[in-house]
């Protein structure tokens, strides 16, 4: 299985918890505050970026322990083949996060040479009903599972969108060539930035249109522009709209204002007026499309938090039939057994109280 002899030293309450025998399906079972979800965080920190609840990491240091954290896992490459990866803190730079891959030092992108990992998190629950510019951000995160460059693209993007928004909203009349040039970087990045989620929305609509309305919610994805397109257009609109946005303080158009539009297909009904379980069951079908573009051969880990709870008994069911079908590995919590019955003869099914984990099947 991808995962296996996993190691979480002082992280949040796990003081030293060790999980063997994983397997394709992997059940955290344990009540409200048991350190479930830290086990999850704990996995997604093994791929790049900051991890499923994107906290610093000196909260995820134990409260009351040495300062720092360690994490591991022996991955499964092939047959025989495993890698052991690792990521955690050390002392002198606590706020630093290291990276070793078969003992040698790596950066944390590398770990995405080696493994692909999604997850979904009860705090996605609100991703409709959200800002656009939670969305825009939820959109950005898979499309750099795709393709790490598109991080590149979207720091640039803000970080000459902040420049020309000071010298709009800063006192005098702001130098025109300076302007300028701040606006073609703007451009450049902004219609990477663009091309990156038009792309992602693609793949995706692709990979969800087999997939059946009932009962999964099939999720219609439209990709509406904040303006611009081309990095041409982009420029030309910024240099003509200058007066308005100083006039504004700010940038009003660009691909800082894009939305994500999702709609359930079957209804035609915008993804916020959907029901919990309807909208919990579209973020499942796009969680799942996505992991299985990001996997592209390598292998992938889905870490699937309280997905069950929100959904009756045929979606839990068909749910399972998809999850099991996956070529990824999946980890799943839930604070009662029952509602896994369907999967547990096959799964590997961990007690976790206080911090501690105990294996029961
Ligand atoms: N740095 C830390 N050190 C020690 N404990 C921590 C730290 N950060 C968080 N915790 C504790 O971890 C617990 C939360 O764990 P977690 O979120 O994994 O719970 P859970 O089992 O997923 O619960 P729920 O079912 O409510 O979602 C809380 O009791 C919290 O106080």
């Excluded at 309305?213 to 990095?231: C, K, N, T, V």
């Excluded at 973020?283 to 799942?288: P, Q, R, S």
Aim: proline letters at 5%; a negative charge.
């Amino acid at each position: 299985m991808a995962l296996d002899r996993i190691t979480l030293s002082t992280f949040r309450n796990h003081a030293a918890t060790r999980l063997d025998g994983a397997a394709h399906f992997n059940l955290l079972v344990g009540e409200n505050g048991a350190g479930k979800t830290n086990v999850l965080e704990a996995l997604s920190l093994l791929a790049p970026g900051r991890g499923l609840r994107r906290a610093p990491l000196a909260d995820m240091a134990e409260q009351n322990g040495v300062g720092t954290f360690a994490i591991s896992a022996a991955l499964r490459t092939g047959d025989d083949d495993t890698v052991q990866i690792g990521t955690g803190t050390l002392p002198e730079a606590p706020g630093r996060r290291v990276v070793q891959i078969n003992g040698a030092a790596a950066s944390a992108l590398a770990l995405g040479e080696w493994l692909a990992i999604g997850w979904l998190t009860p705090a996605m629950d609100r991703l409709f009903a959200d800002s656009a510019s939670a969305r825009r951000r939820y959109l950005d995160r898979l499309a750099v599972a795709l393709d790490p460059a598109h991080a590149r693209h979207a720091s640039r993007y803000e970080a000459a969108l902040r420049e020309r928004n000071r010298l709009l909203a800063d006192g005098p009349e702001p130098d025109a060539a300076w302007l300028d040039s701040i606006e073609v970087q703007m451009a450049e990045a902004g219609a990477a930035l663009t091309a990156g989620r038009v792309a992602v929305i693609a793949a995706l609509s692709a990979e969800l249109e087999d997939l059946p309305d009932e009962p999964f919610a099939r999720p219609d994805l439209a990709y509406i522009p904040g303006g611009g397109g081309s990095a041409d257009a982009l420029r030309e609109e910024w240099r003509r709209t200058r007066g308005r946005d100083r006039a504004a303080g700010r940038t009003l158009t660009g691909p800082h204002r894009d939305e994500l539009e999702v709609q359930m297909a079957e209804k035609a009904m915008p993804a916020a007026q959907c029901s919990t379980g309807e909208q919990k069951a579209m973020l499942i079908a796009i969680t799942l499309a996505h992991a299985q573009l990001a996997a592209g051969g390598r292998p992938g880990v889905l870490l699937l938090d309280e997905v069950a709870a929100h959904l009756d008994p045929l979606r839990r069911a068909a749910l399972f039939e998809r999850l099991r079908e996956s070529g990824s590995q999946i980890w799943l919590t839930g604070t009662e057994i029952a509602p896994f019955a369907d999967i547990l003869p096959e799964a590997a099914v961990w007690q976790v109280a206080g911090g501690k984990v105990e294996r029961l099947g």
